[in-house]
C-alpha cells in the first residue's frame, strides 16, 4: 500500500540549491553556489581551547541534558554580546536555537495557521519559504532594491494583507546582498506600531561588514520607537562567524512567543545541544569573536573586491549587480546585452560544463520569479579561484 504523506508536504519541494550540490562532483568544478563560510577561517585553535575549558570546568552541564530555553551561561555570553551591538536583554529574554534556521522554525510552529498571509522580501532566503509554506502560510513577496525592502510598497502590502508577521533580513541578506538603509530601518518599525504587526528580523550576517559597520539592527533601533520593541522577534546565529557544525543560534522575542517557541522545541529536539552550546560559552567568555570577525571581515572583503572587478571585466554589460558591502554574496542579474543569455537557469548548466557553479535567482521567490536573476557566492573560493571562476563564466555565457 502506498504512503499517505501529510498535505502540508504538497506546498513544499526539495531545495533547489541542495539539488544543485549534486552536480558538483566533477573534478576541478569551482562553486559559487554555496552559502558557506570557508573552514579556513574558522578559529581550530580557539574552538579546541573552548572545548577543552568547557569539559573540564563543568563537564556535567556539558555533558548532560539542559534547559530547553538554553544553557544558562551561554545565555549570558549572548545578552552580553547582544550588548556590544546595543541591544539590553537579560539571558532569559532569549532563548538558544540549533541555528537560527530552528528559530525560523519555531516562528512557523506558533505564529502560522493554514492561510495566514505572511510578507517576505522579494527575493529571500530559500529555506523560509519552504518553511513558512510547510506551516500552510500564504507568502507575499515585498519589492527589494540595493538599500533592502522598499518600505512604501511593504505599507500598501501591509495594509491591505494584514499579515501575520513581516520577515526580513535587513543587513547582507541572503541572497540579495542588499543593506538595508538606516531611514528605512526606522520607518518598519513605525510601521509595525502603525499597524500592530510582528516584524521578524533575521541576522545572521549583520557582523560580516567589509569597512563601515551597518546601521543598528532593528532590535537596537526599537529603543527610538515607542512600542516597536514588543513587536520584534531577532534571530541570531553563530554559524556565519564561529562554526555552522556547532549550530548554535538564538531568539530575542515577546516573553509570550518566547514561551509559546519553547514550548514547541521541547516537543522537537528537547533542547540545542549541550556540548555545542558550553563550547560557544567558553569561546565568547575568552574574548576571542573580536579578533576572529577582524580576520574574517579582512579576507571577504578582499574576496568581494576581487569578484567584482572580474565579473565587469568578463562579464562587461552582460550582468549587473550592486557592489555588496558586506555578508557572503552577489546578487546579480542578466541584462542580454550583446545578444547574451538572460535567462540565469540555462546559463546555470553552460557555466556546469564549463566547470563553475553558481544558484539561478528563480527559487528565492515565492511568487513570480526574477528569472534572469543569479546569486554568486565569494566566501569559500580564495583570489585565484575567483578570477579563474569568472573566467570561465565569461565563456559559458
Not at 42 to 55: K, P, R, S, T, Y
Not at 383 to 397: D, H, M, Q, S, T
Request: contains cysteine; glycine residues 10%.
Amino acid at each position: 500500500m502506498p504512503l499517505q504523506f501529510a498535505d502540508r508536504l504538497n506546498n513544499v519541494e526539495t531545495s533547489a540549491i541542495r539539488e544543485l550540490f549534486k552536480l558538483l562532483g566533477k573534478p576541478g568544478i569551482i562553486s559559487f553556489a554555496g552559502g558557506f563560510p570557508d573552514s579556513a577561517m574558522f578559529d581550530v585553535q580557539g574552538i579546541q581551547e573552548a572545548v577543552n575549558l568547557a569539559l573540564s570546568e563543568e563537564p556535567g552541564g556539558a555533558l548532560q541534558y539542559g534547559a530547553t530555553e538554553g544553557y544558562n551561561p551561554l545565555r549570558e555570553q549572548l545578552a552580553a554580546f547582544m550588548a556590544s551591538k546595543g541591544v539590553e536583554v537579560a539571558p532569559d529574554g532569549l532563548i538558544v536555537t540549533t541555528g537560527s534556521q530552528q528559530g525560523l522554525d519555531l516562528l512557523g510552529k506558533t505564529m502560522i495557521s493554514p492561510g495566514d498571509k505572511v510578507i517576505v522580501e522579494g527575493p529571500t532566503f530559500l529555506a523560509t519559504i519552504q518553511c513558512f509554506r510547510l506551516y500552510g502560510a500564504d507568502i507575499i513577496s515585498a519589492p527589494i532594491d540595493a538599500q533592502g525592502v522598499q518600505t512604501d510598497a511593504l505599507e500598501r502590502l501591509i495594509a491591505e494583507h494584514k499579515p501575520k508577521f513581516v520577515y526580513l533580513i535587513p543587513t547582507f541578506g541572503n541572497p540579495s546582498g542588499a543593506l538595508l538603509s538606516l531611514a528605512r530601518r526606522q520607518k518598519i518599525l513605525e510601521l509595525a506600531v502603525k499597524y500592530q504587526t510582528l516584524v521578524v528580523e533575521d541576522d545572521p550576517y549583520g557582523d560580516l561588514y567589509f569597512d563601515q559597520p551597518p546601521p543598528p539592527s532593528l532590535l537596537a533601533l526599537s529603543a527610538d520607537v515607542p512600542g516597536s520593541r514588543e513587536l520584534l522577534a531577532y534571530c541570531g546565529s553563530m554559524s556565519k562567524v564561529l562554526s555552522p557544525g556547532l549550530r548554535v543560534g538564538w531568539m530575542i522575542a515577546p516573553a509570550e512567543l518566547l514561551a509559546k517557541a519553547t514550548m514547541c522545541k521541547q516537543f522537537s529536539d528537547a533542547h540545542t545541544s549541550t556540548f555545542a552550546q558550553a563550547t560557544a560559552a567558553q569561546y565568547l567568555k575568552a574574548g576571542r569573536m573580536p579578533a576572529t570577525l577582524a580576520r574574517v571581515r579582512t579576507v571577504y572583503a578582499e574576496r568581494a573586491a576581487a569578484m567584482g572587478a572580474a565579473l565587469k571585466r568578463e562579464l562587461g554589460d552582460a550582468i549587473e549587480f550592486t557592489q555588496p558591502e558586506g555578508g557572503l554574496f552577489f546578487w546579480a542579474r542578466l541584462t542580454g546585452a550583446g545578444g547574451k543569455s538572460a535567462d540565469a537557469a540555462d546559463f546555470a548548466k553552460k557555466a556546469i560544463a564549463q566547470g563553475v557553479a553558481f544558484v539561478p535567482g528563480a527559487p528565492f521567490y515565492a511568487r513570480d520569479p526574477d528569472l534572469a536573476s543569479l546569486r554568486l557566492s565569494f566566501a569559500t573560493a580564495d583570489l585565484a579561484k575567483i578570477e579563474e571562476g569568472v573566467g570561465r563564466l565569461g565563456k559559458a555565457l
